[in-house]
């Protein structure tokens, strides 16, 4: 049976309104998970990912019209929906019997709305999507065609009517699942992330845990939920080891949410790097409140570069508002010790919280430029249905513009709508602070020396330059 899974394409109106998709293209893991189990269960698939090989509307409507899979699976991000949508309109004219999965996590925060607003999706998926993908092409394989029961499944109903199959549980046992298929996936050469995010390429991508305890009020964890699960160290490395020999990383990135969240894990996972002798360099994303100077060592020698921490404020009370369970002494501990450990450390903010003014997001700027990073980002906040944030702001009806299609957290383009503004700020204004915060912190004489003082090759000379140029134009754009 013909299984085909496709991330769509950006659209030009799309790509211009999140620039950072635009040029931060990576393999997708979870569409490489999905189709790594279908083929363990001797399935056919197929998969297009649509932006690093420029593959278009047309070309996807041809191929679905010579192959007539009998399942498609379409994965959609929020600034994907459009593009979503036209495939799965295309696919139903050129092949009717096809049945239409949408999954991605803009499906997992509003799944009955995706299913409402397109008439062209038979299933919507929520949660960790491997197995429940698996239980409907089993049962399309089969001729059954009742998908009410299936756990993790929306599905469409007569008249309209959406039926649930009820949550799935998490995957307790990771290493149970087989490595991505990145062998469907293009060349790692075609994809293109972020010029100052990597230091060698090709870049892969991995996840050794999924899951994060953490209760803060602003994040959607409709995917992987609260409950950390973690690969066995060995299974990891292995997997790290593929990635080198097999497909040529020489750069990888791990998208845990948490990576340091088991600190015995970690060390071990560097002593498995240093053990086999792995030429690779690699990255993370975790939390300052879970990492201390042995771990941030032992990262650094086992190849890691950069770190990435969630920070989100420079105010107390707003870290404790919004339930991050850290405060600015750590922060400024946990940066410290990164950076005499010799790793690169980027800090993500968020500046328009509920309850902040001009001067709580001012102290946020200050203290970043304070903190000794050599990256920030500064984002507006982003309201996913499901979040505790989004909950309270829709009861208080404070949420100004639901329209989740022109949602844009980096604020860089002016015609993107804020789903909410603190009191007492316009749109405008807000854009214009974030803006100006990255022109502070990027445009320093002294931080502009210190970056030129690490290029170390012709490849960093290169990033270097891509991501000024973007800065310079994004930054200094309508204010």
């Keep these: 049976m013909k299984v085909l899974i496709i991330n769509p394409p950006l659209t030009a109106k799309e790509q211009a309104r999140d620039f950072e998709a635009a040029v931060n293209v990576l393999p997708p893991l979870g569409i490489a998970y999905i189709a790594a189990v279908l083929e363990k269960d001797k399935f056919d698939v197929t998969v297009i990912d649509s932006i690093p090989t420029k593959t278009s509307h047309s070309e996807i409507r041809s191929l679905i019209e010579k192959e007539k899979p009998e399942m498609i ?3 959609a991000t929020i600034l994907q929906v459009e593009s979503a949508n036209l495939i799965a309109k295309n696919a139903k004219e050129v092949s009717p019997k096809s049945v239409i999965v949408i ?37 399309i394989r089969k001729k059954d065609f ?33 490595f991505p298929a990145r062998h469907l996936l293009p060349p790692l050469e075609l994809y293109n992330p972020s010029p100052i995010t990597y230091k060698k390429f090709p870049v892969g991508t991995m996840m050794s845990s999924r899951g ?5 009020t602003f994040c959607d964890r409709s995917v992987f939920g609260n409950w950390t699960r ?3 160290p060995i299974n990891v490395v292995d997997e790290m ?13 791990f998208y845990d949410d948490t ?27 975790t939390r300052v409140s879970n990492v201390n100077k042995e771990i941030l060592e032992a990262m650094h020698s086992s190849g890691c570069w950069h770190v990435l921490y969630g920070i989100e404020n420079g105010n107390q009370h707003m870290l404790d508002y919004i339930k991050k369970g850290t405060n600015l002494n750590q922060i400024r501990d946990a940066v410290r010790w990164a950076k005499e450990a010799g790793l690169n450390v980027r800090g993500s903010f968020i500046c328009g919280l509920p ?14 430029l304070g903190l000794g990073l050599d990256e920030a980002n500064f984002y507006t906040l982003v309201l996913y249905p499901g979040n505790e944030l989004y909950h309270m702001l829709k009861k208080e009806g404070k949420i100004r513009h639901e329209n989740y299609k022109d949602y844009n957290p980096l604020a860089y383009d002016d015609n993107a709508v804020l789903a909410y503004v603190p009191e007492g700020m316009e749109e405008k204004e807000l854009k214009s602070i974030i803006k100006k915060a990255h022109r502070r912190f990027y445009f320093r004489p002294a931080y502009i020396a210190r970056q030129v003082m690490q290029i170390r090759s012709k490849e960093d000379v290169k990033r270097y330059w891509y991501a000024a140029k973007a800065l310079f134009k994004l930054n200094y754009a309508s204010g």
């Design 73 to 75: 699976g379409i994965a």
């Design 241 to 253: 080891q593929e990635l080198v020999e097999v497909y040529g990383a020489k750069e990888i990135k």
């Design 259 to 285: 990576f340091t969240i088991n600190p015995k894990r970690v060390l071990q996972i560097c002593d498995e790097i240093k053990k086999r002798k792995l030429n690779v360099t690699w990255s993370c994303l």
């Design 212 to 216: 994060c305890p953490a209760q803060c």
């Design 146 to 178: 009742n998908f009410k029961d299936v756990q993790g499944c929306y599905s469409k109903g007569s008249k309209g009517k959406i039926y649930f199959g009820g949550i799935r549980p998490y995957i307790a046992n990771l290493n149970e699942l087989p």
């Design 230 to 232: 973690q690969r066995d």
């Design 355 to 368: 309850g902040e003014t001009k001067e709580t997001i001012e102290n946020t700027v200050k203290f970043a």
């Design 103 to 139: 999954g991605g996590p803009h499906v997992a925060t509003m799944p009955e709305r995706v299913l409402k607003e397109s008439q062209f999706y038979e299933l919507g998926v929520t949660g960790e999507a491997e197995y429940t993908f698996r239980e409907i092409a089993r049962k």
